[in-house]
């Protein structure tokens, strides 16, 4: 069955086409999402990549994330009868398995939803990160709303409330990079056309992108399908740091040992000796 990779690319198109190029396969739909404000332009875009339409000015942090990626799924969905997943890759990916193993891996994961999620709250083991959605969040909104916004947060510490989730959901966040089911993906669309309140909600939250796909997904019929794995591999250079470490050359035997099916962060100069390595390992002779 068709895989259908939608990668979020922003800079360095040469990097983004070596990507597509990785990606090359008959059983294989890519999609390029460009982020509105980028320089990279669209014509320069390999061929074997689908453009999304409707770009989003994207802004970290922000639910512009959010609106871009279901733009991008809105559109895959309507142009693609029939498919496995939806691969959710950065242009500063890498793929870690040949195609044919790639490929296998995702048949053999058919059925499960690839979400990294943690349940949010405040016990042992749970992800304390209750203050993304318990206050509101408007940085890169309008000023009236970033004042609206500001107003309400005083209100709410002076009088020790906090915002609860629409609908007594349960919060869940994790990895912005994921796999899912077509099943579950048109399942997520159409909530949100009937819930409008929940995309109203998770536009005043901070980093939404880490929480929205998560608590909807396990707040659904797909709870019990989520791995809880995203099969990623990503090093962060310190607790709380708010980007990962651009993997070099010297991360080479981690990657390889890890079972990942991707890995990232990948930059075009700095991961140059790391890159030449990589794809020797997706050329080897699988067994």
Request: glycine share 6%; charged share 25%.
């Amino acid at each position: 069955m068709k895989q259908v990779f939608l990668i979020q690319a922003h800079k360095d198109p040469s990097q983004l086409n070596a990507l597509v190029e990785q990606l090359r396969d008959d059983d294989f739909l890519i999609y390029v999402n460009l982020d509105r404000k980028c320089d990279i332009d669209p014509a320069v875009v390999s061929p074997h990549a689908r453009l999304v339409r409707e770009r989003i000015d994207v802004h970290w942090g922000s639910f512009s994330q959010v609106q871009a990626v279901l733009h991008s799924l809105t559109q895959i969905v309507a142009e693609v009868p029939a498919f496995d997943k939806v691969v959710f890759l950065s242009a500063q990916d890498f793929p870690l398995l040949s195609n044919a193993r790639l490929k296998a891996e995702l048949a053999r994961l058919r059925g499960h939803e690839l979400l990294d999620s943690v349940a949010i709250g405040p016990a042992p083991g749970q992800w304390a990160a209750n203050y993304r959605y318990q206050y509101f969040c408007a940085d890169h909104a309008a000023t009236p709303l970033r004042l609206a916004c500001g107003a309400a947060n005083v209100l709410l510490r002076v009088t020790g409330r906090r915002r609860r989730l629409p609908g007594g959901m349960r919060p869940y966040g994790g990895s912005s990079w994921w796999a899912m089911s077509r099943e579950c993906v048109t399942a997520l669309l159409a909530r949100i056309q009937e819930e409008p309140r929940l995309l109203r909600f998770f536009r005043t939250v901070t980093c939404p992108d880490e929480l929205f796909f998560q608590t909807l997904v396990m707040n659904s019929r797909f709870a019990g399908r989520v791995l809880g794995h995203n099969f990623r591999y990503i090093e962060w250079p310190a607790q709380g740091a708010r980007n990962p470490k651009v993997l070099d050359e010297d991360d080479f035997d981690r990657i390889a040992a890890s079972h990942a099916h991707f890995c990232r962060k990948i930059d075009s100069r700095a991961s140059a000796g790391l890159l030449r390595k990589l794809q020797a390992l997706r050329g080897r002779v699988d067994g």
